[in-house]
């Protein structure tokens, strides 16, 4: 399968980059390169464009996208938490704009294999790194009850997660769940029949939860927007996207704190905590698609984009 990708919010992410011909943008999901594409297109021969992807499908089939524009492209397969180490090495003076699309791919989401999925028989893998060890598997036949609610309660805000780790945990004591198949029979048969209509598929919230386990994806979102705001030249613009309110509600915290850092009592006549603020929130309330995106890629309906520009000042003091 090809590695298909249709950038969601494209025109509305590039208003957010405020791009420049001569700017060097980076970019730590690349993914098939769609958005990376369009960046390319607006940019002049002194510009650059470092893309970031830790899936191995997703650098090969962008690196033969964007091969008309190799000259001023740099493919590199890693994280995004490595992305502001990245920036420090290739542009010293700071990214002019920094994109992430965070979730998971339409790619990945069609490729049973990838274990992503609750629609298809599958092992149970959900890595968007294969280079990793952990896989949803072992998560599942080897976590303990508790963390096992955990995970299911907090990543993916299931209410029935108590009686799905229970069901899990007896079950694997027979046999080990291996496949997306097995999982999905077990989380059906540990919600109510009731519960289940209207409420869109049952296994979409515990496989949202397992794969963000899977993939440390708040973690890493939550360890990475303030240095990638750091990673930004003045005037520069850090645009995320979401896709759930998880990675919403870190976003727009950090955002904030970045914006307005001061820890002093309302009571305080003037701020004695000393710190300053790193630039402002463009997006006072998150971008959302239009009806006709929506209609046209459905998976854009949940995205939210949210921007931030750093000010010369918190780079200069």
């Known amino acids: 399968m090809a590695f298909s990708h249709i950038p969601v919010l494209l025109q509305e992410v590039l208003d957010g980059l405020n791009i420049r011909e001569d700017g060097f ?4 999901t690349l993914g ?6 369009a960046v390319l297109e607006r940019l002049g021969p002194d510009g650059h464009y470092l893309g970031v992807d830790q899936d191995g499908a997703a650098i090969a089939a962008a690196t033969e996208r964007l ?3 190799a000259d001023r492209l740099t493919v590199i397969r890693a994280n995004y938490e490595e992305l502001p180490r990245l920036i420090r090495e290739a542009a010293p003076q700071g990214a002019d704009g920094i994109l992430l699309d ?3 791919s339409s790619y990945q989401l069609d490729s049973p294999e990838r274990g992503f999925t609750y629609r298809e028989d599958a092992p149970l893998d959900m890595r968007m790194d294969q280079r990793q060890d952990l896989t949803a598997e072992i998560i599942v036949n080897t976590y303990s009850e508790e963390e096992l609610t955990r995970i299911l309660y907090t990543f993916g805000e299931e209410r029935y997660a108590r009686n799905i780790a229970r069901r899990i945990v007896r079950e694997r004591e027979k046999t080990l769940v291996r496949t997306t198949g097995q999982l999905t029979d077990l989380i059906r048969a540990s919600i109510p029949a009731r519960t289940q209509a209207g409420e869109g598929h049952p296994a979409k919230r515990s496989f ?3 794969r963000i386990a899977t993939n440390r994806e708040l973690t890493v979102l939550e360890n990475s927007v303030e240095a990638l705001i750091d990673a930004l030249a003045p005037g520069g613009r850090l645009c995320i996207i979401t896709f759930h309110s998880l990675e919403d509600r870190i976003v727009k915290n950090a955002f904030r704190t970045a914006w307005q850092p001061c820890t002093c009592p309302p009571s305080f006549p003037v701020c004695i905590c000393g710190k300053k603020s790193k630039g402002t929130v463009i997006t006072r309330r998150p971008v959302t698609a239009s009806e006709e995106e929506q209609a046209n890629n459905p998976r854009s309906k949940s995205a939210k984009l949210r921007v931030f520009e750093r000010t010369e000042e918190s780079v200069i003091g």
């Open 102 to 104: 965070l979730g998971v």
């Open 32 to 37: 098939g390169g769609g958005h990376a594409q």
């Open 208 to 210: 949202q939860a397992l």
């Open 67 to 69: 091969a008309p524009y």
């Open 25 to 28: 943008y980076a970019d730590g």
